[in-house]
């Protein structure tokens, strides 16, 4: 049976590979941005924690939130520890949108959503085609049976 009549809902697997690859991909990207933005790129990042009543240490928290995109991003994209790195960019961007809050819907819609969609990988996990679930002994299969 062609994979376009057969029920699609038994490959979900699949779908949380090819989320995980361009998701995590992604917010690499952006942690990689800022890390070569240089200390004013990473300082204005970590700016973040002010409204959380943090008032010094912002290149430690620009660092701090670059790195865990980056680091975020490449565990999710090959699936090691993916709750982990997931938390982290959900942590992250929710510093992101605390930061964002006050400048307008465009600004702050962006962190929102790839919170959400690191939640979603938080909640979900890695699925079948990841190194979580060779640790955790979870048969491969390519399409469902």
């Known amino acids: 049976m062609s994979l376009l009549t057969r029920n699609l809902f038994g490959n979900q697997d699949l779908g949380l590979l090819v989320y995980r690859l361009v998701i995590g991909a ?3 990207m952006h942690g990689l941005a800022k890390m070569q933005g240089g200390e004013a790129t990473l300082t ?10 943090i008032h010094e240490g912002f290149f430690i ?4 939130a670059a790195l865990t ?20 960019v959900v942590i992250t961007m929710l510093f992101a ?49």
């Open 44 to 53: 204005t990042v970590g700016s973040a924690v002010a409204n959380v009543g």
């Open 69 to 88: 995109e980056i680091i975020g991003g490449v565990l999710v994209c090959i699936g090691l520890f993916t709750r982990l790195g997931a938390l982290g």
């Open 97 to 145: 949108f605390l930061f964002q809050m006050d400048n307008g819907m465009m600004k702050w819609i962006y962190p929102i959503e790839v919170g959400v969609g690191f939640l979603m990988l938080f909640l979900a996990g890695p699925g079948r085609f990841s190194i979580d679930a060779m640790i955790s002994g979870k048969r491969l299969r390519l399409w469902s049976e």
């Open 26 to 28: 992604c917010i690499f």
């Open 61 to 64: 928290f620009g660092t701090l």
